[in-house]
């Protein structure tokens, strides 16, 4: 997750590069929100052929010698297995879609409270290295989508154009964000055709 300079470096870039698009604060947003009832472990954690929660790619070292030839886990060693990987279930926080590079989907926003404003970001994973990252303050609402590429130089910052956000005040207001959006950004490679991102949010905001 990212630390608090990050998250201010963020709300001073986007309020230099990026367009900013007015909130509309409504009393309940229209959309399925069932997706919150689905839940995921950390990547890399999976059931292997053994029907055992195991992790694959992102193993720390140590638990290899807790398995046996089979890739199964011993059984006297499943305790302390499950001490070091982490079989948490983490529900849903986001439903989306996007025309955005390398972007494979994700499931996840994490939210945190800055000062009167609210700062959210979608993690990348092993198949999408595109970031969605909002801001909040005021009635203003600032985007952009950040591009973490496994390609070499090829990182890079996609700003907002156009769309809207609909917020649920109320919610809001306790610290809920609950959410629908459509944004539009610029892309330099191919500017007949900008990136997109929409979807819905419903996640806790992080307090400082």
């Known amino acids: ?82 001490e070091i990987i982490d079989t948490s279930h983490f529900n849903h926080t986001i439903k989306c879609e996007a025309v955005a590079h390398e972007f494979a989907g994700i499931n996840f926003i994490f939210c945190k409270r800055m000062g009167e404003g609210c700062n959210c970001f979608t993690p990348g994973s092993v198949g999408t290295h595109s970031s969605l990252d909002l801001t909040f303050i005021n009635d203003s609402c600032s985007a952009f989508i950040d591009l973490v590429s496994i390609m070499p130089d090829s990182d890079q910052i996609f700003e907002l154009i156009e769309g809207w956000i609909k917020i649920d005040k109320s919610l809001y207001s306790q610290g809920k964000l609950k959410a629908s959006f459509d944004l539009k950004f610029k892309d330099e490679t191919r500017p007949e055709r900008p990136l997109e991102w929409k979807g819905l949010i419903c996640t806790k905001i992080e307090k400082n």
């Open 1 to 82: 997750m990212k630390q608090l300079p990050i998250l201010i470096f963020s709300i001073l870039l986007i309020g230099n590069l990026s367009a900013q698009i007015q909130i509309q604060w409504v009393d309940s947003i229209e959309g399925d929100f069932s997706f919150v009832q689905d839940w995921s472990y950390n990547e890399g954690v999976y059931v292997n052929r053994h029907g055992q929660l195991s992790c694959d790619g992102l193993c720390p070292p140590e638990t290899d010698r807790l398995k046996d030839s089979e890739g199964r886990l011993i059984y006297d060693s499943l305790k302390k297995f499950y």
